[in-house]
């Protein structure tokens, strides 16, 4: 029978690298920087786990996806799943541990939580660009039916609005997104929309 194929070895490298800023309006989910040493797995598996169990108990996310160099390693992962017993020794005593063995020293993979909310996000954004503003709005707002604090939905809102000739509206979904994001590529989109929007002096 053909031998499975072997990853190849990635270089070690000392840090990971700085995240990219994400585009204007998409959706921004929680990186975590998991180092991973061979020498040291179960420790690694352990602490991240504790992580996981953390923000499962917030109740904000609800997926897993693992990323090495940029590039997804499973598929999106229930977040109750991973943190579970049965989750973990399937998925980190199986493929994760393959993956992990195959890297040379120590390496940092990047766990992204993700929120349902980001998928609708997306949807609506595709609605937008096909011209069904009505529809779009609807699916941003469910996204802030499952994530009031989504920076990206708000700021999606905002744009829907103007869109409908709602100024008023738009101006404050504008400002709601500068607020939940006020550092980041989401908030500063924000202001510049708002700044359009708001009353001359």
């Known amino acids: 029978s053909p031998r499975p194929p072997v990853l190849e070895a990635e270089p070690v490298f000392e840090e990971a690298a700085p995240p990219k800023s994400l585009p204007a309006g998409e959706p921004q989910g929680r990186v975590l920087p998991f180092e991973i040493d061979p020498a040291q797995l179960e420790a690694g598996f352990k602490k991240l786990r504790g992580e996981l169990v953390h923000w499962t108990n917030k109740g904000r996310y609800t997926k897993v996806r693992f990323k090495f160099r940029g590039k997804q390693l499973l598929p999106d992962l229930p977040l109750a799943a991973v943190v579970a017993a049965e989750g973990l020794s399937f998925y980190w005593g199986g493929i994760l541990r393959v993956l992990v063995a195959n890297v040379v020293g120590k390496s940092v993979f990047e766990v992204e ?13 595709e609605a937008l660009l096909s011209g069904d503003v009505d529809q779009a709005l609807t699916l941003f707002r469910e996204a802030l039916a499952m ?7 708000h700021l999606n809102v905002g744009v829907a609005l103007k869109l409908r000739g709602d100024r008023e509206g738009a101006l404050a979904a504008f400002e709601t997104a500068k607020a939940k994001d006020p550092e980041g590529g989401v908030g500063a989109e924000a202001e510049r929309l708002a700044a359009n929007l708001r009353p001359k002096a």
């Open 147 to 153: 994530d009031r604090d989504n920076a990206s939905a």
């Open 113 to 125: 939580l993700v929120n349902d909310a980001d998928k609708r996000v997306l949807a609506g954004r």
